[in-house]
């Protein structure tokens, strides 16, 4: 049918879906009461009120329930950072600045035309609480992510000089948002056992994971904003220039385990003439694809958890359109349909291998084993779980070249299975590189004790899962 769908059709449609793809959350952008439908919510008004455009707080509430009676969890996007202007808001609310600050260097953000919480009043630090706790206790939603964190650190955020006001010591940090950030999250911690925090913060703002006790921000997750920048610009390139941007993709593991990272593919990557996630790729529609396949195995397989944006799964060609729906009808195509079809099974393995997820945070849970071909574009590493877990190894190859004989280190003797190839025909792909299973000689490579010769597909992903040792 025409419209948009309420909680009720949500609940119906998007909750089966989002299963049966095998996530494991869905997070919404702010579902808050929000005056201008463009904004897709992050310009909220009503902290309290679930947003009157899908139906009724009992209707989300409802919609809440049917996301856990499937497995799923509900993350909300929250917005204590700003807020509109609009007259029947809070700017100005009795005649003064009631909840805002007064001066503009410090109360008004010129990027968005809105105003700015004075969270250095209790009375305004506390009703941001309220709200925080309000859609944790009231709608059993699993966790908040904050949107415009780095906006909230610093009293210099986007502004020239002598367009902001010191804090006491004279710094340029914003010593009333870190100690509301920090009552939050450790209110939030005590309250609600179990919910997560996560921030969207573009800087290098030391411990934002890290507990309150040890003088972090709390949250329970960090946006990593340099992995996503990093990556989808290596991506972009021609395949014959990757060679000298190798460190685009390298870089991110120098700093994986600073923070407890979520790697973000949002919104914000596939609007404002950005294009969609596959436009992004360089070359045919051929090599579009598969570049598109090998960077969402790279995603999956990376240190951190995972977020896509909807629609990509869909190998959507144009860019996000908020006023539209999402084109469906690409799945009657296989080469589409192929890209979901990855997606499900990234998903089941991911769930699957405790190497994959467990030591997401842990430098013990990732070793290089070829960092530094450039000349051939190919990445190597190992994800290892807990002791007794069978560990993974992944090879990228992010050239159009198949590579044949290509001798990789394992981390142990005997024998591999290939558990993902994502040029695989399943996937839409050529079929190319790798399957079935590996025999790891006992010829040492790269620093480890077993090698095997590999072919990798061209712009493929494999996924290769130890199934022990082989007696001879």
Request: proline residues 7%.
């Amino acid at each position: 049918g025409g419209g948009t769908l309420d909680w009720r059709g949500l609940a119906e449609q998007l909750v089966p879906y989002v299963a049966g793809m095998g996530f494991t959350h869905v997070e919404l952008m702010p579902i808050m009461e929000h005056p201008f439908g463009g904004s897709w919510g992050y310009q909220p008004l009503g902290q309290f009120a679930p947003s009157a455009r899908y139906g009724s707080p009992a209707d989300f509430a409802g919609f809440v329930d049917a996301c856990h009676r499937a497995g799923v969890g509900v993350i909300l996007d929250w917005v204590p950072a700003h807020f509109p202007t609009d007259a029947h808001g809070l700017a100005r609310f009795d005649g003064t600045p009631l909840y805002e600050h007064g001066d503009p260097r410090e109360g008004f953000h010129q990027d968005w035309n809105t105003a700015i919480y004075n969270l250095g009043r209790r009375e305004v630090s506390g009703f941001m609480l309220a709200s925080a706790l309000w859609w944790l206790e009231a709608f059993h939603v699993d966790g908040l992510r904050v949107d415009a964190v780095a906006s909230m650190l610093y009293r210099d955020y986007s502004r020239k000089h002598g367009e902001w006001v010191p804090n006491v010591h004279g710094g340029r940090e914003n010593l009333e948002s870190v100690a509301f950030l920090r009552q939050m999250n450790a209110v939030v911690a005590e309250r609600c056992p179990g919910a997560i925090t996560v921030a969207e913060e573009s800087t290098s703002w030391p411990g934002v994971s890290a507990p309150v006790a040890d003088g972090g921000l709390g949250f329970s997750y960090k946006w990593n904003m340099g992995w996503m920048h990093d990556s989808l610009q290596y991506v972009e390139r021609d395949p014959a220039y990757r060679g000298w941007h190798h460190d685009e993709l390298t870089f991110s593991l120098v700093y994986a385990f600073s923070e407890r990272f979520v790697l973000p593919i949002s919104h914000d990557e596939v609007v404002h003439g950005k294009g969609s996630l596959l436009g992004k790729m360089p070359g045919d529609a051929w090599r579009k694809l598969a570049t598109l396949r090998a960077y969402l195995a790279f995603l999956w397989t990376h240190p951190g958890k995972k977020l896509l944006f909807m629609g990509c799964e869909l190998a959507q060609p144009t860019e996000w359109n908020h006023d539209g729906e999402l084109p469906w009808h690409l799945l009657d195509s296989p080469e589409h349909a192929g890209v979901q079809a990855l997606v499900r099974a990234l998903n089941e393995l991911y769930a699957a291998e405790p190497a994959l997820h467990a030591g997401d945070a842990d430098p013990a849970g990732f070793a290089w084993i070829v960092g530094d071909d450039r000349a051939n574009s190919v990445f190597v590493w190992s994800r290892h779980g807990r002791a007794g877990d069978p560990p993974v190894v992944v090879a990228l190859n992010m050239t159009p070249e198949p590579r044949h004989g290509y001798r990789i280190g394992l981390p142990a003797a005997g024998r591999w299975n290939v558990a993902l190839n994502s040029d695989a025909a399943t996937f839409g792909g050529s079929g190319a590189g790798q399957v079935g299973e590996v025999v790891a000689e006992p010829t040492p490579s790269h620093g480890l004790p077993a090698s095997a010769a590999l072919a990798l597909p061209p712009l493929g992903c494999l996924v290769l899962r130890h199934q022990g040792t082989t007696v001879s």
